[in-house]
């Protein structure tokens, strides 16, 4: 399977991925376990620019295979510290662990097998797309914290 359509699958594994997770509540289990200041309009502009970032990296996967290999990362660092982990040390069900196991999980390994297969990407691709999967998911927790910390600061102001 060539890495652009790997690219778009890992899109719609993401769709997925977040009905899932608004079907499943995943805002209140974020505020209860995570203890993210998160709300719905939150949730409703991430997922939107990840989806976005998703059409984006699919559309250039072939001219800039990297990008591919990013988005990936972030699908796969999403599935393990923020569903499968989560779930086993807290034993609650983590609303979009299915999709991140039987979707997440296995597109995001066989893009980095494809691009690495393939030549697209060698050992430093791949761990500054893992840098660069980090960054993209602690971006918007770090906002969070920081926008809670404002609001927090001007409420006892």
């Known amino acids: 399977m ?10 719609a594994a993401y769709a997925l991925h977040a009905l899932e997770e608004f079907q499943m509540d995943w805002r209140d289990w ?9 709300g719905w309009p939150d949730f409703y502009v991430t997922n939107a620019a ?21 988005f990936a990362s972030l699908m796969l660092i ?11 040390v807290t034993r609650v069900y983590s609303p979009g662990t299915a999709t991140a196991v039987l979707l997440f999980l296995p597109l995001g390994v066989q893009v980095f097998r494809n691009a690495t297969a393939t030549g697209s990407a060698g050992l430093g691709t791949c761990l500054a797309a893992l840098a660069g ?11 969070l914290k920081i926008r809670h910390h404002h609001d927090t600061a001007a409420a006892n102001a």
Do not use: Y
């Open 2 to 11: 060539s890495l652009s359509v790997l690219a778009w699958l890992c899109l």
């Open 30 to 38: 974020a505020q209860d376990i995570l203890k993210l200041p998160v």
């Open 50 to 70: 990840v989806l976005v970032l998703g059409a984006v990296q699919a559309q250039v996967a072939l001219a800039l295979p990297a990008v591919p290999l990013v």
């Open 78 to 88: 999403n599935a393990v510290f923020f569903h499968v982990l989560p779930t086993i």
């Open 133 to 143: 999967g980090a960054l993209l998911m602690a971006f918007p927790v770090v906002m």
